[in-house]
């Protein structure tokens, strides 16, 4: 049976962010993610995981112009002062959070000068923290366009080339049928490489049941896989969250 969890970035909106833990550890969440903590000082955000009961699972290192349009800087040649910069913040929450895992943007970035950067990067993050789980995630161009990493092959290479024990795949179902067209077939070829899961349905990425992929049968491949990392509940419910986490009962 999988481990859920709760993407505090998409579900629970209803409500301010500092009460969307308490409703995930009533739904039956047993971990949270999200995108971005760094609006709020660690201590507290520390002490709504506590008070609630509940792991944390990921989180994504800095992007300040998110707003703006930005994804990151970790591929963006030009850019390594700032990376560094923006991944000790990551590492300062780390410090106080405990995520399982950090999510590095790569950013809007294209060809061979940006490839170079982004493994200089990625390895050098691996070991500034050798401690810390780091992952990388192909999103796919219609939702992200101009973003590096949109292959799951280019995202295998990368993790081979940097070769370090801590860096992994970010395995986003719904990402990968987007840029494969198939889930469990993708996941076969890539499952060596994952720390994370994250789910939505296709199309609309709302809750992840009935459309275009069988989660029952992509949840049972994990098991028989021996999948035992979280996985992240990350879509923007159709109806309000609590009326639609049925698809956990598969």
Known sequence: MPRFAANLSFLFTERPFPERFSAAAKAGFEAVEFLFPYAYPASD???WLEEAGLKLALFNTPVHDWEDGGRGVAA?????????????????????????????MAGLAQGEDAAEVYERNLTWAAQHAPAQSLTIEPINADDMPGYFLADFDQAVQ???????????LQFDAYHAHRITGEVMGSWA????????????????????????????AFFRQLD?????GFVGAEYHPAAGTTAGLGWRDF
Request: contains cysteine; hydrophobic residues 40%.
């Open 45 to 47: 955000v520390r002490d």
């Open 76 to 104: 963006l040649a030009g850019e390594e002062a700032r990376f560094r910069a923006e991944f000790d913040l990551a590492l300062s929450y780390a410090d106080v959070l405990a995520p399982h895992h950090i999510h590095v």
């Open 158 to 168: 990368v993790i081979d080339r940097v070769s370090t024990a801590n860096l992994g």
């Open 189 to 216: 070829r890539c499952a060596r490489h994952a720390r994370h899961v994250q789910v939505a349905g296709v199309p609309g990425r709302h809750e992840p049941m009935g459309g275009q992929i069988d989660y029952p």
């Open 224 to 228: 028989a896989g021996g999948y035992t």
